[in-house]
């Protein structure tokens, strides 16, 4: 199976998103951060693929420039193909399940994927399907909103990797998810 990494931030009380989607509280990379990406480019230069939830994707595709050029993007809708209108030959559309998903992307030579989304990345850990967390908290407590983490059905447990902190107060983590436990 093909790896699958997570690279999200959220808030100091685990959300990674408010009620309504808003990313407001989100400092954006280019500004208060003074141009700092929390390896983000360097985590994005070594993936191949990227699995969004539908939810994510609609986002993604908001922004007046696709962030993805050169990556295959696969979203994730039980309602595909009705649900959603790709709009370039990098982005298609599945209802598979994740597992059957994983092994199509890996009879491709897909090797490395990032999974994005809360239910998404949820639905994949359920499964047994995550094999690294980067998960950078911002500090900020928002209260509510959407969670990066829910319902698992039985304990996932992680192995700690590193911990960093930066001069702007947020803190990130990797974990490699042990999928055998
Ligand atoms: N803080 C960050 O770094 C960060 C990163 C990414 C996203 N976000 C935020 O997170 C929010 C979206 O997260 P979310 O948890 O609401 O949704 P999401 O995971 O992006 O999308 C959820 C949708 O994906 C589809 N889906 C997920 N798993 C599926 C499965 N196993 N099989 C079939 N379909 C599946 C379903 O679509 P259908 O309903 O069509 O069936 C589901 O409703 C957005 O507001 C975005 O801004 C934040």
Redesign the pocket.
Known sequence: MPKCSV????SLDG????K????DW?PSSDGASGGEDYGYKSFFESIDALI?????????SSFAEWPYTGKSVV??????PK??QPISHNVEG?????RNLLSELESRGVQHIYV?????????LR?GLIDELTI?RVPVLIGEG???FGATGHDIRLNHISTKAFPSGFVQSKYRVDNAA
């Open positions: 690279f999200i931030a959220t959300f990674i998103a408010r309504d989607g808003a990313l989100l969004f939830g539908r939810k994510t994707y609609e986002l993604a979203v994730l809708s039980s309602c595909y649900t959603l599945t209802s598979l399940p994740p994005d989304g809360g239910t998404t990345i949820q639905s994949f499964n950078t959407i969670s990066l």
